[in-house]
Each structure stands twice: as C-alpha cells, then as structure tokens.
C-alpha cells in the first residue's frame, strides 16, 4: 500500500495526459504520466545506487519545483522516508533537522541552502551527498552532483516498494509557533486515508480534468497532502517555484483548483475594496447591486436550493460587469480553493462565495495529515471550520480543547517518546492545542490557540486571532500581533501595507525619507488611529485595540519572527520587542 502506487496506475490510465507543469526559463513545460513515472523511477534508481536504502532518510532543502516533486516520490517508491525542510530556514535550522533525522542525501534547491548543506555535511557522519535540484552556476564542491546528471544513466524500471499501514512515508518538522521543531511520523496509511476521506467528502466530478497550481511550500503538510491527493486523482499539478510572481503566473497557468492561506484571500479581498472606494458613485452602486445579486445566488446554492431563472440572468450581468474582471487576474478558472494555515473572516468567504470561487476553508494540523475538518459544497456555516472528514472523530476536552482520533492521527514524534506521550490523552485522543467549539449540526468553531488565549489584567478574556484578522482585512495593515496577557488593555504592533501606504504619504504630500521615519509622524500615527476606530466599531469596549506601534519593516520568516505560513511567533516577537511593548503601557500614556 504504498502512497506512490498511482505512478504505475496513473501511466496506464493516462497515457497521454499531462501529469506535471513547470517553467524552464520563460516557457512552461509539461510531462505526461509515462513520463513523469520514468523520471520518478530513474531517480529511485539512483537513489538505490547511492546508498539509500529502505527506511533511510532522504531531505529535500527547496523552493517547490517538478524536482521537489520527483524526488519526494522517488523517495516513497523506494520505501526511505522524505524529510522536507522549509525553503525559508536558516542553517541553524536545517542543521537541526537534517542532524535529527540523520538524513543520508539532501536535494538543495538554490546557492544558499547548497553552502548551508554543504556546511553540514562537512561536519555530519550521517549526510553523505548533495543533490542541487536545477543545472546553474554553482559554486559546487566534491560529493555534490547536478540532479540531471544524478539521474542521466539510471534505468526507468523499477518496482515500487511494498509499505504497511504504518510505515513512515515522511518526517514533517512543525515550524511550530514555540519550543524545538518535532519531527511528526505520517505514514503510508495516513495518507492513504487522507486521500480516500476527501474523494468520499467532496464526491469530486471528472476530478482528473482539474488543474492544480502548487502555490505554498510543499514542506508544509497542507500542499504536499493537497498536491499528493491531485496527482493520486490523476490531475494536474503546476509547480511554482517564486511565489512572487503568484499574480503573473494565474493568469499564465489559469489553475482550476489552488491551496492558499487566509493571507492571501485578505489581499484580493481588500484590494477590491479600495479599488470600489476610490471610484465613482455610479462604479460603487454598481459593485454593491452585483455584490447583493451574488449573495443571494450563493446563499441559494449554499442551502442547496435551486436559482430562479431571474436571479440567475441578474448575476449573469453582474458577473460579466463586475465578477470577471477580479476573477481573469486569478486566471478565470479558479472555483475550488481549500484554505487552512490559519482563520479566515467570514466577510472574506463571504465575498469569494459571491464571486462564485468557494474557498473550502478546513481546519488541521501537520500531525494530523492535515484537514480534520472542512466545508462541504452545500449547508456549511461561514465563520466555521465545516465539519469532520471521514474517520475523523472530534470533541470537547478541558479548556475547551479540541480532542481528534482517526486514520489521519501521526504516529508519533520521531526519537522524543515523551513529548508523543504529552499530546495524547490516557484513552488515545489527540491533544490538539486548539480551542474550539461546535454547533449543532456539527460544525466546528475555532475560538484560538490555547497557547495564545489571553486574560488582561482586569480578568477578561482576549482571543488574539479573530482582532488580528478584523485589522489585516484592511488594505493598510499587512501584519498585526495583538498583546493583552496581564496588562490593564489590548494593545498591537501594527506592520503597515507599505505599497498602500505609500499612495497615503504621496497624497498627504509627506516627503518620503525611510520607513522608519514615516512610521513615527504623527499624521501616519492619526491615519492609522482612525482607521482602527473604523475597523473595530464592531468589537466588545475590552477586545479593542487601545494603543498601538507601527513597525518600520515586515516581521520575517528568515528571522524566525514568522512560521513559513506566515504565523505570528508571538514569543519571539513579545521578548524581541519588550521595551516597545512596555511602552505602550507607560504610566503616562495609559
């Protein structure tokens, strides 16, 4: 039952169809199944000549790209285990990893992580070679090859090892939000049951003529368990390899299907609303009649009803005047887009609903191979996290603690048998961590981290998340961390949109000198304090933001300020920027 199997399936269903997508230069290429088997297979083989063995550790170091991919399932077939680390990780960090997992070959996708590779293995006895993923020029050393040349004489013949239920397909290490990155056990059967409880949940039709863009890192379980179930159905999958072009390559790729974190439905989200804003009153009558027309039809389809032939001609009108146009710069084709990382504003899939783009937004863990919950097509509750997926088992704990059991549960944590012990209940429930809470027909709110829930020093009772997504719904805030625990009020460190943000300095005639200057003018200051009036006019007098700080820079992955799912580390954050913190409760301000 290994998870590969659909390599050899797949071959013989699809002969002729295009199994992967990605860009050589300026031109996207693609390979056919038979093909993309045959480069998967001839890397197997290779990895066998070099050593790797069944249950070894193999690393892929990399931004996404079709040698991220191959690898991956070249490892699988072979029966070693896969061992992704973050593009984005430092050599501190990718030492810790590779160390932990005494991983024997590592695929490096760019100079940096080569040198950090090529640092460690100087200094390893388990890492034996370095792959680099793309033929460039490399400053390249002994025991490092190019992936092209790793793979040019191997054979194309291979038989795919067989794998239990419970053997180890992959290591996972949680970026996590606190303390050291565990490697989390996911085996063949928890794939294999993820697979089989999202096909029975959704019911996909023709799912095999879909197109799947891989826009997250497929380090974190949310992509590679999306991207391995898409390939598994015989779609489609498009790798991109520089999420700074995500806008570009929509309209170039046009992907019918695509996993995204909240942040990004924020932007899109926002960026319409200023763009309505600042247009005419006939442009603003006109979005708000589509938009009205568009909720009423989603809402309809949502309850699963049918669409009066009149409503349905009124959003055909408002589609072409209104909709189309923000959906070509997604590419045009996008209509099913899972979301998970984080929570996401009901305002925000309420409008994508309207669209006709349903965010399928689901709730998960990397320990628990992903999606434990998600929307269905029909009779989900915006401001939830949907409902159980296939053997999934749910409830209520101490502290509201959410409890899961089922075939997605990890096996464990690698080599730490007692951190394992701690996430689990005496009866085998799974500690998630989170806070939660359902409805009656089963739906799943999440009300925060456990970790993160604050009580201020007056005894209320603050949850971080739902206050920093309200504010960075905003155009003008990219980043916001909510501080609360102990003090006598809710305060923020507010990260502005420094493109939009711009457009309000040239307008106030302000000459721009550096970021951190234009953060502290009191007319920036003002701007900002009005807006967050505006923002939270909704919230509870304790829940508001009283007092806040704009920072001059983005906080950043590659400082460990931010998870590579653009989480908040709010302890690093708390301890790095205390005095600043602190200031916002001086005497003589509160």
Request: aromatic share 10%; with cysteine; glycine share 6%.
């Amino acid at each position: 039952m290994n998870i590969a199997d659909f390599l050899n399936v797949n071959a013989k269903k699809y002969p002729y169809k295009a199994a992967i997508g990605f860009k050589v230069r300026e031109d996207w290429k693609e390979l056919n199944w038979p093909r993309f088997r045959d480069m998967v297979f001839k890397t197997a083989n290779a990895l066998r000549d070099a050593g790797i063995a069944e249950n070894d550790c193999v690393a892929i170091y990399s931004d996404n790209s079709a040698e991220w991919i191959t690898m991956d399932l070249a490892v699988l077939s072979l029966g070693a285990v896969t061992v992704p680390i973050y593009s984005t990780s430092n050599r501190e960090q990718a030492a810790y990893i590779l160390n932990d997992s005494k991983a024997k070959l590592v695929l490096a996708g760019n100079q940096e992580q080569y040198d950090s590779c090529y640092a460690i293995l100087e200094k390893s006895s388990d890492l034996q070679q370095i792959i680099l993923a793309k033929k460039k020029d490399w400053i390249k050393k002994d025991r490092s090859v190019y992936f092209e040349d790793f793979i040019k004489k191997s054979s194309p013949k291979f038989e795919i090892c067989p794998k239990e239920e419970d053997d180890v397909a992959t290591l996972i290490y949680t970026s996590g939000t606190t303390g050291v990155p565990k490697g989390v056990m996911l085996t063949h059967g928890n794939f294999r049951e993820c697979f089989k409880a999202h096909f029975d949940f959704f019911k996909f039709r023709d799912f095999e003529r879909e197109h799947s863009l891989a826009f997250l890192p497929l380090t974190h379980v949310f992509e590679r368990s999306w991207t391995l179930l898409c390939l598994s159905g015989g779609v489609k999958v498009t790798f991109l390899e520089n999420t700074k072009l995500i806008a570009h390559t929509l309209t170039e790729v046009k992907p019918t299907m695509m996993c995204a974190v909240p942040r990004f439905y924020q932007k899109i989200y926002s960026g319409v609303n200023d763009m309505v804003n600042e247009g005419s009153a006939s442009k603003k009558k006109i979005f708000a009649w589509a938009l009205d027309v568009g909720t009423q039809v989603a809402e309809r389809k949502r309850q699963a009803k049918n669409v009066p032939p009149g409503l349905s001609l009124k959003n055909a009108l408002a589609n072409r005047l209104v909709f189309a146009k923000i959906k070509k710069k997604m590419g045009g084709k996008l209509w099913f887009m899972p979301c998970g990382g984080a929570s996401i504003s009901p305002e925000v899939t309420r409008f994508f609903d309207a669209m006709g783009i349903h965010i399928t937004v689901g709730y998960g863990l990397t320990e628990t191979t992903a999606t434990l919950t998600a929307f269905p097509f029909t009779h989900y509750r915006h401001g939830t996290a949907g409902i159980s997926l296939g053997d999934t088992q749910l409830k209520i704990g101490e502290n509201n603690e959410i409890l899961a059991k089922g075939s997605g549960i990890m096996k464990g944590y690698y080599n730490k048998p007692d951190e394992t012990a701690a996430v689990f209940t005496a009866d085998g429930w799974f500690k998630t961590g989170d806070a939660g809470e359902f409805d009656e027909q089963g739906n799943l709110t999440i009300t925060d981290r456990i970790k993160d829930l604050m009580k201020t020093s007056n005894g209320k009772y603050v949850a971080p998340q739902p206050i920093e997504n309200l504010l960075s719904n905003n155009s003008l805030i990219e980043q916001v961390m909510v501080v609360a625990e102990g003090k006598p009020y809710v305060s923020a460190l507010i990260v502005p949109n420094f493109e939009n943000l711009k457009q309000h300095v040239e307008q106030l005639s302000i000459p721009f000198s550096s970021w951190k200057e234009i953060v502290n003018l009191q007319q920036i200051k003002d701007l900002y304090h009005q807006k967050l009036e505006e923002i939270q006019s909704g919230l509870a007098g304790f829940e508001k933001v009283k007092k806040f700080e704009l920072m001059p820079a983005e906080f950043e992955i590659s400082n460990g300020e931010i998870t590579p799912t653009l989480k908040i580390k709010r302890n690093i954050l708390l301890r790095k920027y205390e005095s600043l913190i602190e200031s916002m409760y001086d005497a003589k301000m509160g």
